[in-house]
């Protein structure tokens, strides 16, 4: 068989970070009950595709009237996000593992959508960023870098876009998430566009693993990405003689 490159759209909140764990984090330290938490969560959200944590924190400081000597949102960050963020609970050692070994086996894409300030912080904190900026000085020249890519608002859209480039680039990619509709999208847009070399994983985790697999997906279900990256091992790469590459992004932060 002809040798093909592997790119990975792989997936930040659920796979490689757990979001449930800094709710937790948020809701003991400043006493907030569950209603609460939900009801700023839940005005976050509207009219957005996205959960925007600077106005969950700017409503969080007034329901516990902890505000009125901290005016400017970076003193709302500062207070919430930047104590919380400091759990060591947040660094999860297996998925860092796992993160290392996958950037071996291709060339990764990490994409995640959000607040763009919190998910690039929650990237740092986790070791998410470091790992993938040493895997880039790592690598040999001429191999193009990994890449991380924050998107505010539409990420199946930029999931479509990038299945689309890295097709014509001749690239078997493989996409990694937790939630159902991305991967429903970029199948249905793959089957739609005659694109075939496209591989899916869930990762079944977290608040998501209400929402079921529908049958006939086609793709495993993993209980994480430890799990992923033996599957990619073993089954799509295994006797395909499939050579690596890695990924390109001019936003990468240094």
């Given at each position: ?39 700023a ?15 969950i ?62 998910q ?20 040999l ?52 566009s ?61």
């Amino acid at each position: 068989m002809t040798d093909k490159k592997i790119a990975i759209l792989l997936d930040f909140d659920g796979p490689l970070f757990n979001n449930d764990l800094v709710k937790k984090e948020i809701c003991l330290r400043f006493n907030l009950t569950e209603e609460q938490w939900n009801t700023a969560y839940n005005h976050s959200k509207k009219g957005k595709l996205y959960v925007d944590y600077g106005n969950i924190f700017k409503e969080l400081a007034e329901i516990t009237r902890i505000s009125p000597n901290h005016d400017t949102e970076q003193d709302l960050w500062s207070m919430f996000y930047d104590s919380v963020l400091t759990s060591s609970n947040l660094k999860s050692p297996e998925n860092q593992q796992a993160l290392k070994e996958l950037l071996k086996l291709g060339r990764v894409e990490l994409i995640t959508q959000g607040h763009k300030e919190y998910q690039w912080l929650k990237l740092l904190r986790s070791e998410t960023q470091n790992i993938i900026i040493q895997a880039n000085e790592n690598q040999l020249d001429g191999n193009p870098p990994h890449s991380i890519e924050v998107i505010p608002e539409d990420k199946i859209g930029f999931l479509k876009q990038r299945l689309e480039v890295l097709n014509k680039e001749e690239y078997e990619v493989i996409q990694i998430d937790d939630r159902v509709e991305p991967l429903i999208e970029v199948k249905k847009f793959a089957n739609e566009s005659g694109i075939t070399n496209l591989h899916q994983i869930r990762i079944f985790t977290g608040k998501y693993t209400k929402d079921k697999s529908p049958e006939g997906c086609g793709w495993p279900d993993m209980p994480n990405l430890s799990s992923a990256v033996r599957h990619i091992e073993q089954t799509i790469l295994n006797n395909r003689g499939i050579e690596g590459g890695h990924s390109m992004s001019d936003r990468m932060r240094r």
